[in-house]
């Protein structure tokens, strides 16, 4: 393990963060916290309880994950896709670190940007909302393989794209949609007739669930079966990146 390596590619992903204070974490906390003004404290204290959690604490879990999705993978994805569009990925493409290497620096300092903005938008949240966690440690695991899971399919969508369009259509025109019907404002047992039945096809959903169950303890799917969907897919992009290396797949010239 050449953690020299490793530990320069985390060094400088981190730095281009705190670079870029406004744009990676300001920007994001306000989003969020607008949202808590609005569908919280506004809205929130006018619309009843769902599963005996107030609106305004209900909806904490599903923008916290909404922001957690969307962060994950934009800068896992630019992080990769920038030495890409510069050149300077065939130079560490001939260092001498191993592809697990490269993507344990670039999907680890993704990750732990995107759970410091976590952590901010949760200490957010407490200003406009109450909210409790009856499960810390599923807390702290749910968010831990969500960031890291993200990270990794945003480094799949960086080595993909060919063009900063590519780089944004999967965030956009997936993630988001994905998210919003992935039961972030409501519960999917709210939904009419065979509509809750066809969102269990929305790998979201599962996310959501088990990350709103270690708030409240109330969940729309087994909070068992929400932890191996993360890892069903954690193990689907990590093969997919192990084959993008092996094969040089959009990567070398």
Not at 163 to 175: D, H, S, Y
Request: positive net charge; charged residues 10%.
């Amino acid at each position: 393990m050449n953690l020299y390596g490793v530990k320069a590619i985390y060094k400088f992903e981190m730095a281009r963060a705190f670079r870029t204070l406004m744009q990676s974490i300001a920007s994001p906390v306000l989003s969020t916290a607008l949202y808590f003004i609005v569908f919280g404290a506004a809205i929130g204290s006018r619309m009843g309880d769902i599963d005996g959690v107030s609106y305004g604490a209900f909806i904490v879990p599903g923008l916290l994950m909404m922001a957690l999705l969307g962060q994950s993978v934009s800068n896992a994805s630019f992080g990769i896709y920038m030495p890409k569009w510069s050149g300077t990925i065939y130079e560490i493409m001939s260092a001498p670190v191993s592809y697990f290497e490269v993507i344990l620096g670039y999907v680890g300092a993704a990750a732990t940007k995107t759970l410091i903005l976590s952590v901010l938008i949760l200490i957010t949240a407490r200003f406009f909302v109450e909210y409790e966690i009856q499960h810390p440690f599923w807390m702290v695991l749910f968010l831990v393989l969500t960031a890291i899971t993200f990270s990794m399919f945003g480094f799949i969508i960086g080595l993909w794209a060919d063009g900063f369009e590519k780089l944004q259509i999967i965030p956009l025109m997936v993630i988001t949609p994905l998210t919003f019907l992935g039961g972030a404002f409501y519960s999917i047992h709210m939904l009419p007739g065979i509509w809750s039945k066809v969102a269990l096809f929305n790998p979201v959903v599962y996310l959501i669930s088990g990350f709103r169950w270690s708030f409240y303890g109330v969940a729309d799917v087994n909070h068992y079966v929400s932890l191996f969907t993360i890892l069903f897919i954690l193990l689907v992009c990590a093969l997919v990146v192990s084959w993008m290396f092996r094969t040089g797949y959009k990567l070398r010239p």
